[in-house]
């Protein structure tokens, strides 16, 4: 989690097999940060270029935010 909040990005898993400008961030990831009000850079980039709407992210799905 301490890299998540070091403002690294961090690829959804399930577009690793793709080249890399096809791959997305991960989306637990997003939610984890938008629910501690610390969204990374490249997600304040993209919501200010209208790419990236926090109001759309599921906020009530399980995601991993402890070890």
């Known amino acids: 989690m301490e890299g ?3 403002d690294m990005s961090f690829t959804c898993h399930k577009t690793l097999h ?3 400008p096809d791959q997305q961030h991960c ?4 939610i984890f940060l ?3 009000d610390r969204p ?4 304040r980039i993209a919501e200010r270029i209208g790419m990236y709407d926090r109001r759309k992210l599921n906020m009530n799905v399980d995601i991993v935010d402890e070890y």
């Open 4 to 6: 998540i909040r070091a």
């Open 18 to 20: 793709m080249p890399s």
């Open 27 to 30: 989306a637990g990831a997003m």
């Open 34 to 36: 938008e629910k501690e």
């Open 40 to 43: 990374n850079q490249m997600m």
